[in-house]
């Protein structure tokens, strides 16, 4: 049983309780979620220079974090009447050809963390 295992480890390794961001215990969080992604998940286009997606509502918008492939994005984050977030993004410099891995992270308001990827294609000709 659990507990039995837990008499041979640390107290700390079986009785831990997650923590939110504010440090209370976190029972229970519902992930933010980022999506309607422009241009689209598998996209091909001549060429990648901005990109834009909608983060939920329980967003906390200063968790939002972006990278193309693996380098930082500087992004704007506007507030929607319907309280979600539209984020945009532009590239520093275009990619023109090959896989553009486009990695969104974030945090809800109550400490839950979600990482959303997507591809996009250049097919500059």
């Given at each position: 049983?659990?507990?039995?295992?837990?008499?041979?480890?640390?107290?700390?390794?079986?009785?831990?309780?997650?923590?939110?961001?504010?440090?209370?215990?976190?029972?229970?969080?519902?992930?933010?979620?980022?999506?309607?992604?422009?241009?689209?998940?598998?996209?091909?286009?001549?060429?990648?220079?901005?990109?834009?997606?909608?983060?939920?509502?329980?967003?906390?918008?200063?968790?939002?974090?972006?990278?193309?492939?693996?380098?930082?994005?500087?992004?704007?984050?506007?507030?929607?009447?319907?309280?979600?977030?539209?984020?945009?993004?532009?590239?520093?410099?275009?990619?023109?050809?090959?896989?553009?891995?486009?990695?969104v992270m974030g945090m809800?308001?109550?400490?839950?963390?979600?990482?959303?990827?997507?591809?996009?294609?250049?097919?500059?000709?």
């Amino acid at each position: 049983s659990v507990f039995a295992l837990c008499m041979f480890l640390p107290a700390a390794t079986c009785w831990a309780l997650p923590t939110g961001h504010h440090g209370a215990g976190l029972t229970d969080c519902t992930d933010p979620r980022f999506f309607e992604e422009t241009p689209a998940s598998d996209a091909h286009v001549n060429r990648l220079e901005r990109f834009s997606f909608t983060a939920s509502d329980n967003t906390e918008p200063s968790s939002i974090k972006v990278q193309v492939n693996l380098k930082p994005v500087e992004i704007t984050i506007t507030p929607k009447r319907s309280g979600r977030f539209q984020v945009d993004a532009r590239l520093p410099e275009p990619v023109v050809a090959g896989r553009a891995w486009i990695r969104v992270m974030g945090m809800s308001v109550d400490g839950c963390h979600q990482l959303h990827t997507w591809n996009v294609y250049a097919d500059s000709q």
